[in-house]
């Protein structure tokens, strides 16, 4: 009787298996659980159908040359590539190769892609220096205004996202920090362009109150005072003028 209340069924025990695989997950509902499995399967069929290609890749490579196999089983023990190479087809077979007409063309381009790829490497390595160099300047800045744990920490959110971007992995945290980034930006333009709307309507009720009368302090009467001149309503050419 015991035995059976221990015992777990199937959906218990697929359950923790997802648990196990995706801890901040929760299947409340047969919906979400077979959505997770729905999921799981199209990854399965998607990995299975590069599996099948990278195989028959292989079959077709080995079909070509079949001395590939040895070569390949070689490596996968641990013998020096070069050495295996010399023991297929020997001192003289790696020199006839090399000297070979019909193949000096792929040859030097080979040789070209190589010198390429080694300049590159050489250009972004010095670039990593550089960069390196400028960085740890800022990171002594930041260390005294907000303590070497917060930079740390603040250090590994960034590099977790390099790596994840490079493995082409987008994560809703990844996002909704650019999507904050972006909206700071959109913010910090628009009260930009209210802030300037703001001092031209000031500029332009200066002048219009000027126009007006004068300063806006009331005039003083007096017998030797000259009449003041009528005034006239204001037109749209007015607001124009003002704005200019």
């Known amino acids: ?14 359950n923790e298996r997802l648990k196990t695989r995706y801890p901040d997950r929760d299947y409340a509902d047969d919906e979400a659980l077979f959505g997770q499995i729905g999921e799981d399967y199209d990854d399965y069929e998607k990995r299975i159908g590069e599996y099948s290609d990278r195989e028959k890749k292989m079959e077709e490579m080995l079909q070509r040359d079949p001395r590939s196999a040895q070569f390949i089983s070689d490596m996968a023990n ?29 040859m030097d381009e080979a040789n070209r892609i190589r010198a390429e790829r080694i300049a590159k490497e050489q250009e972004l390595e010095a670039e990593y220096e550089k960069n390196l160099a400028e960085s740890q300047v800022l990171r002594e800045q930041l260390d005294e ?3 070497e744990e917060t930079v740390d920490a603040a250090i590994a959110v960034i590099d977790q996202m390099c790596k994840d971007a490079i493995m082409g ?38 002048k219009l ?36």
């Open 145 to 147: 205004q907000y303590g």
């Open 169 to 206: 992995k987008i994560t809703k945290e990844a996002f909704e920090m650019a999507l904050k980034v972006v909206n700071h930006e959109a913010d910090l333009e628009n009260a930009r362009s209210e802030g300037e709307l703001a001092g031209r309507n000031a500029k332009i009720e200066e």
């Open 209 to 244: 109150r000027k126009q007006k009368g004068g300063d806006g302090m009331p005039a003083m009467g007096g017998s030797n005072s000259a009449a003041a001149a009528p005034k006239r309503n204001l037109t749209v050419f007015d607001y124009v003028d003002a704005a200019r």
């Open 1 to 14: 009787m015991a035995e059976n209340q221990e015992k777990k069924t199937n959906r218990e025990l697929f």
């Open 78 to 106: 641990g013998k020096d590539p070069w050495i295996a190479v010399v023991e297929q087809i020997g001192s003289d077979g790696v020199i006839e190769l090399i000297n070979d007409p019909a193949k000096k063309e792929a």
